[in-house]
């Protein structure tokens, strides 16, 4: 159980566009969903708590109208990368915390702005 | 502050070692902790999760301890694998807004 999903694995856009990243939780309901941001060979870095049928909870330094979140359903969570530049290439990776399991992660999302 | 530290942060053994990696931890006043493991690229896979409560949990070859009163955490991998070669994080929920707090994480290398 406690399964989330993420998708796409990765995406490649140009500068300038806007690029979507959903996280699911299959069979699990999610109220709190998280929103991680990784450099190669560094920890996680975590962004924004999402927040079902409210705003987002952005960490500091996180700009809110560069990543729009948006937690709609129990079961999902986007976030949108607007106006992407190569400097926002990195991997993205969301998480969802169920009370038996746990967090559990998304396979990621390798995002590459060319 | 929570603060979550990583010893060794990085570790190469050769096949069918038993191996033991360390996660310490600031303030005893915690939830729950996770072990998690990443493989290049990819996301997290939890491996084991403790609750406040609870001494310690088994999966398989994998057994992680928690003592609370000492802030520490230790993964015990039995009989190593090359298929056990990742980064293993650990991670303390520490407070009521859930947000984890990340050790750097132990890169493992098991040599066949």
């Known amino acids: 159980g406690a399964v989330v999903s993420q998708h796409p694995s990765w995406v490649i856009c140009k500068s300038g566009t806007s690029v979507k990243i959903e996280c699911r939780s299959l069979?699990?309901?999610?109220?709190?969903m998280f929103w991680y941001r990784q450099f190669p060979k560094q920890s996680l870095m975590l962004m924004a708590t999402?927040?079902?049928?409210?705003?987002?909870?952005?960490e500091q330094g996180v700009e809110k109208d560069k990543f729009l979140i948006n937690h709609a359903s129990l079961t999902l969570s986007t976030l949108t990368v607007t106006s992407a530049h190569p400097e926002d290439s990195s991997f993205y990776i969301c998480?969802?915390?169920?009370?038996?399991?746990?967090?559990?992660f998304g396979s990621g999302t390798r995002l590459t702005v060319v | 502050k929570q603060e979550v530290t990583q010893i060794p942060a990085a570790l190469s053994v050769p096949e069918g070692e038993n191996l033991v990696l360390n996660c310490s931890f600031t303030?005893?006043?915690?939830?729950?902790l996770q072990w998690f493991r990443q493989d290049p690229g990819k996301g997290l896979t939890s491996l084991l999760l403790?609750?406040?409560s609870q001494r310690e949990q088994t999966s398989g070859r994998l057994n992680a301890s928690l003592d609370k009163s000492s802030g520490r955490s230790t993964l015990y991998i039995a009989a190593s694998q090359p298929g056990d070669s990742a980064t293993y994080l650990c991670a303390v929920n520490a407070g009521n807004n859930r947000k984890l707090i990340w050790g750097l994480g132990t890169s493992l290398a098991v040599n066949p």
């Open positions: 303030d005893s006043a915690i939830y729950n």
């Open positions: 999402s927040n079902e049928g409210s705003k987002a909870t952005y």
């Open positions: 403790i609750q406040s």
């Open positions: 069979d699990f309901q999610a109220t709190t």
């Open positions: 998480s969802a915390r169920d009370e038996g399991y746990g967090y559990t």
